[in-house]
């Protein structure tokens, strides 16, 4: 693609469990998507098939009863989503120009303009940059080091086992509370004397018996063996003395960034950067504009759930392409003629500022 352009009804950027099931919903549908796969970049945290490509056993993506591996899942996804006729490109979306439709999208080889576009970018997980934190076969991540308890938690590894959760906000309260059900011990270490996390939350942590705190420390190294995975943690006190803490798993909890970047200045997100979107759809502030996954999510933030509303963006594009309202962030419905339908429903603005009742039987232009 030698600075060419390229048109499309309907790309999507990203290709996680969102992106992907956002591929196949649309390409059903005969919109003949467009599908934008970043390249492995470690940098950037970025790999086509996304996040779930740099973990092993997914046990709980339902379907498969037995567990299936990351990779091997998303590649489940990948040839489904081709199977319908997805048309694959493997770029980084360097830029975006959202102004006005058709949306356009720079590349380093060309721009790419679309009518409606999927967002699927995904969130990383933030880490602390210390020896043994790395993936397998550089440290221990995948091997006793984990950023989702959710995730990793239930794995046979850490029943029953004293686990270290690194981190002093929501998160690490959370992912703490949450690995009481499986582990002998939870142990989290903040480098503050205090926490960051909400009051609800530090003191559901404070009352939780497997739950012990150790202030004022910083996680230096994650030790441990190729054969055994994580065996310890190296902790330094306030007066710079370093100790080793033995421990059969750590879960870093330190947040998630999503990787929004892009959208700055023209896409509505939260303090943290996830995009906002309508709640009853998974429309942007922008019309035609859809996002789905953990880039909008910083609840759940699970394969299944990136999966459902991937499916829900394909469809509310579809919708919108097909000249029907759908639900924006306001509350309105809006076409992609530009017409407003109000949140109750009792009136439509036409795109030159006109009222009209929307009641059962009255077409657009009768007063
Ligand atoms: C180690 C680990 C283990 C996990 N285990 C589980 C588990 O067992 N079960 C579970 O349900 N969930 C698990 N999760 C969470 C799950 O992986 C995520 O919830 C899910 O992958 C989110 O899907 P997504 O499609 O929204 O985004 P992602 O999977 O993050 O995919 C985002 C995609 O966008 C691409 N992208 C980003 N920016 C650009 C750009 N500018 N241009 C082009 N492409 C771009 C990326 O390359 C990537 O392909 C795990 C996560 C991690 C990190």
Known sequence: MANETIKRDVVIIGSG?????????????????????????HVKQTAPGGQLMITTDVENYPGFADGIQGPDLM????????RFGTEFMEAWIREVDLSERPFQLYTDSGTISTETLIIATGASAKWLGI?????????????????????????????????????GGDTAMEEATFLTRYAAKVYVVHRRDKQ???KIMQEKAFRNEKIEFIWNTRVEEILGTPEEGVTGVRLRKPNG?????????????????????LFKGQLE??????????????????????????????????????????????????????????AMPSGDEVTIE?????????????????????????????D
């Open 17 to 41: 469990p969102a992106g992907l099931t956002a591929a196949i919903y649309s390409a059903r549908a005969s919109l003949k998507p467009l599908l934008i796969d970043a390249p492995v970049d």
């Open 241 to 261: 003395e370093d100790y080793v803490f033995d421990c059969a798993g750590v879960f870093v909890a330190i947040g998630h960034k999503p990787n929004t970047g």
């Open 75 to 82: 590649m489940e996804f990948r040839k489904q989503a081709e």
């Open 196 to 198: 960051r996390a909400s």
């Open 131 to 167: 020896p043994g934190e790395a993936k397998v076969p550089d440290g221990f991540g995948g091997n006793g080091v984990s950023a989702c308890a959710t995730c990793d938690g239930p794995l046979p590894a850490f029943r029953k086992k004293v686990l270290v959760v690194v981190g």
């Open 269 to 326: 997100m939260d303090d943290v950067g996830y995009l906002k979107t309508s709640g009853h759809s998974t429309a942007t502030n922008i019309p035609g504009v859809f996002a789905c996954g953990d880039v909008q999510d910083s609840v759940y933030r699970q394969a299944v759930t990136a999966a459902g509303t991937g499916c829900m963006s394909a469809i509310d594009a579809e919708r919108y392409l097909d000249h029907l309202p759908v």
């Open 338 to 366: 530009g017409e407003h339908v109000t949140p109750d429903h009792k009136a439509i603005i036409t795109p030159d500022g006109h009222m009209i009742p929307n009641a059962p039987g009255v077409t657009v232009g009768e």
